[in-house]
């Protein structure tokens, strides 16, 4: 599987941008999808996942109520939609697909086996 990730840009804070990630053919059922970031200097965090066949998104605090992950199935296509962005956001974000693991398993970076190229999100006054 082979994932594409785009929309990242320049925004304000406050504003919003949608990522998306094309994958190269849709996954099973049993899959589930991520993004992860890395701001400069930092380790890369997970941002949220949800399984492909959709049920319960997963979010790390700092952007819970602002995130949002989706997908389109015809389109082979999942997004993150980030409002109220804040400077702390910015960062180069991540798209990964991998086999559905437990709850503790599904934040981790080792867990998911296809990744995007990464699109940057910078957010600046």
């Known amino acids: 599987v082979q994932l594409q990730a785009s929309g990242g840009g320049m925004v304000q804070p406050g504003g919003s941008l949608t990522l998306s990630c094309v994958t190269s053919?849709?996954?099973?059922?049993?899959?589930?999808t991520a993004w992860f970031r890395q701001a400069p200097g930092k380790e890369r965090e997970v941002v949220g996942f949800?399984?492909?066949?959709?049920?319960?998104?997963y979010y790390t605090d700092s952007v819970k109520g602002r995130f949002t992950i989706s997908r389109d199935n015809a389109k082979n296509t999942f997004y993150l939609q980030m409002n109220s962005l804040k400077f702390e956001d910015t960062a180069v974000y991540y798209c990964?697909?991998?086999?559905?693991?437990?709850?503790?398993?599904?934040?981790?970076?080792?867990?998911?086996?296809?990744w995007g190229q990464g699109t940057e999100v910078t957010v600046s006054s």
């Open positions: 990964a697909v991998g086999r559905r693991r437990p709850l503790g398993l599904a934040a981790l970076a080792s867990s998911y086996h296809y």
């Open positions: 053919e849709r996954p099973s059922s049993t899959y589930s």
């Open positions: 949800r399984d492909w066949s959709g049920g319960n998104a």
